[in-house]
C-alpha cells in the first residue's frame, strides 16, 4: 500500500487540528456563556422574588386597611379582596421589568391563597415545608426538551428557576410566596447566538486547512525545486550548484548541499588524479621491466653481461613496484579507517629504536643522528602506527640529507600534547612545494632527480595515520639549511 503524500497528511493533520481546536474553543464559550448565563438568570430571579414579595405584602396591607376603614371584617369578603389586588400585580411587575414569571401565594397553612399558574406550585416534602416559612429556598429545575444537542441549531433551552420567600402577612401570619422564572428572554438571545457561532467554528476549520494546505503546497514546492535541481547535477557536472534564492532553512539547505557538492567535486578531481598518477608510476616499473626482457631474448643467452644487467634491473623494477604495491595500500587502508590500538609506551625509546634502524640502513653516508634524552616520556597510543610515522619522516630526512650532515628527532610535552620534531641538515624545501608537500603523488624538483626518489605517497601516508589518530603534522624549512617536521598527538590518558 502506498504512503500516503505529504500533502495528504497534512491535509488531514491540519483539519483533525482545526476541528479539535473548534470544538474546544466553542465548548469553553458555551460553558463560559452558560455560566454568564445562569449567574444572570439567578439574579433576575432573585430580583422578581424581592420585587414581587415586596409587593405581595404592599398590596395585602392596602386591602386590609381598606378593609379596617370600611368596618368589613368578613373573611371571603377581604379574601375576594385580597385576590382582586393580586391580580394587578402582574401588570404592575410588568411595569417593573419583571416578565416571564408565575406566582403562588400560600397562607399560614400553607394552603394555596392566590396563584397565576399551576406551574408555581410548590412540592416540598413535609419535614421541609416549615422550613419556607423562615428562609428563602432557590430551586433550579433541569430544562425539557427538546435535548443540549438541538442548542447548536438555535433551539436553547435553559432551566427554571422557582424561588420560595416567606412573606408577613397583615394580620400577623407567615406565608409563603412562590416565584417561578422561565428565562425565555435569555434562551432568545442564545438561540441567536448559537447559528452564528456554529458558522464562525466551520469558517475558522475551512480557513485554518486552506491556509495549512497552501502553506504545506509552498513549502513543498521550493523542496521541490530544490529536488529537481539536484537531479540535474549527475556525477559528471559537478560544477554546478543549487541555487540559494533567500537567506531562509531552505537557503541554508542548499548551501548544505553545495557544500556536500563542492566536497564530492574535490573527492572526485583527487580521485581522479589519484588514478592517474598511480597508473603513470605503475607503467614506469612495467615498461622496464618488458624493455629489459625483450633485451635478454634478443642478446641475453649471447652475453652474460647484458644478461646480468638485465637481470638486475628487472630486480630493480620489481622491487619498486612492490614498495608502490605496499604504499598504495597503506594509503588506502588510512582512507578507510585505521584499526588503532590503545597502549601506554614510551615515546621516547621508540624513537631512539627507529633512529638506530634509520642510522644502519644509511650507514654509507656518514649521517650524525641525535635522539631524545634518555627520560622516559610516557603517553597512550598505537606504538605501530607512530612508528611508522616516524620511519616516513627519517627515511626522508635521510634521503635528502648530504654526506655527513646532521638529523635530530626530539620528544617534548606540551600540556595534553606530545610534540615530535624531526630536524635534518638537508637541502630544505622551496616554499611554493610546502603547500602541496602532503598531496598524493606529489614530488619536489629535488626528488625528482634524485635516485633515490620515492612515488610522493610517504608524507600523505603520514598524515592521514596522524589524522586517524587526532594528530596532525606540519613543516618548515629553509632551502639550503634544512627541513623540520613537527608532529602533534594528544598524550591521551596516562
Excluded: C
Excluded at 419535614?127 to 443540549?148: I, N, Q, Y
Excluded at 611554493?432 to 624538483?445: N, Q, S
Aim: charged letters at 20%; zero cysteines.
Amino acid at each position: 500500500m502506498r504512503t500516503p503524500s505529504i500533502r495528504v497528511r497534512m491535509l488531514i493533520i491540519s483539519t483533525v487540528v482545526a476541528v479539535l481546536i473548534a470544538g474546544i474553543g466553542g465548548l469553553l464559550t458555551l460553558l463560559l456563556g452558560a455560566h454568564v448565563i445562569g449567574d444572570t438568570i439567578t439574579h433576575d430571579a432573585n430580583r422578581a422574588a424581592l420585587i414581587a414579595g415586596a409587593t405581595v405584602k404592599h398590596r395585602l396591607a392596602d386591602v386590609y386597611a381598606a378593609s379596617a376603614a370600611s368596618g368589613t371584617a368578613e373573611a371571603g369578603s377581604r379574601s375576594q379582596d385580597e385576590v382582586s389586588a393580586l391580580n394587578g400585580m402582574r401588570t404592575m411587575l410588568k411595569r417593573a421589568g419583571i416578565t416571564n414569571v408565575e406566582f403562588a401565594l400560600y397562607n399560614q397553612s400553607l394552603d394555596v391563597v392566590w396563584m397565576t399558574s399551576p406551574a408555581a406550585r410548590l412540592s416540598s416534602p413535609e419535614a421541609t415545608r416549615d422550613d419556607l416559612r423562615t428562609s428563602r429556598t432557590v430551586r433550579t429545575s433541569p430544562p425539557a426538551a427538546p435535548s443540549r444537542f438541538s442548542a447548536l441549531l438555535g433551539n436553547v433551552a435553559l432551566p427554571r428557576t422557582m424561588i420560595a420567600t416567606p412573606v408577613s402577612f397583615p394580620d400577623g401570619t407567615t406565608g409563603v410566596l412562590s416565584v417561578l422564572y422561565s428565562p425565555q428572554r435569555g434562551e432568545e438571545i442564545a438561540g441567536g447566538v448559537a447559528w452564528p457561532m456554529f458558522g464562525i467554528g466551520v469558517l475558522s476549520v475551512i480557513l485554518t486547512v486552506v491556509f495549512m494546505y497552501a502553506a504545506t503546497s509552498w513549502m513543498l514546492r521550493r523542496v521541490e525545486a530544490l529536488r529537481m535541481s539536484a537531479d540535474s547535477i549527475d556525477a559528471g557536472r559537478l560544477d554546478e550548484r543549487l541555487p540559494v534564492t533567500v537567506d531562509d532553512e531552505f537557503g541554508v539547505l542548499a548551501q548544505s548541499l553545495n557544500r556536500l557538492i563542492e566536497r564530492l567535486e574535490r573527492r572526485s578531481v583527487a580521485q581522479s588524479r589519484f588514478v592517474a598518477d598511480a597508473s603513470h608510476e605503475i607503467a614506469s616499473p612495467v615498461a622496464g621491466i618488458r624493455g629489459y626482457t625483450n633485451i635478454l631474448r634478443a642478446w641475453g643467452a649471447d652475453d652474460p653481461r647484458v644478461r646480468d644487467e638485465a637481470i638486475t634491473a628487472i630486480d630493480r623494477e620489481s622491487r619498486r613496484m612492490a614498495r608502490l604495491t605496499d604504499e598504495l595500500l597503506s594509503l588506502l587502508h588510512a582512507d578507510q579507517g585505521l584499526v588503532l590500538k590503545t597502549e601506554r609506551f614510551d615515546l621516547n625509546a621508540l624513537a631512539r629504536r627507529q633512529l638506530a634502524m634509520s642510522a644502519s640502513r644509511w650507514l654509507d653516508k656518514s649521517l650524525e643522528y641525535t635522539g631524545p634524552a634518555e627520560a622516559p616520556l610516557v603517553m597512550v597510543g598505537d606504538p605501530d602506527r607512530i612508528e611508522d610515522v616516524l620511519s616516513i619522516l627519517l627515511d626522508n630526512a635521510s634521503k635528502y640529507t648530504p654526506v655527513g650532515g646532521s638529523i635530530t628527532l626530539s620528544t617534548h610535552r606540551q600540556r595534553d600534547t606530545v610534540l615530535i620534531d624531526v630536524t635534518d641538515t638537508g637541502q630544505g624545501i622551496a616554499e611554493a612545494d610546502i603547500e602541496h608537500l602532503f598531496d598524493r603523488f606529489y614530488r619536489t624538483a629535488a626528488s625528482r632527480s634524485s635516485d633515490e626518489g620515492g612515488f610522493g605517497l610517504g608524507l600523505a601516508i603520514a598524515k592521514s595515520i596522524l589524522a586517524s589518530m587526532g594528530g596532525d603534522i606540519s613543516v618548515w624549512s629553509v632551502v639550503g639549511q634544512g627541513t623540520t617536521f613537527t608532529v602533534q598527538l594528544p598524550r591521551g590518558r596516562v
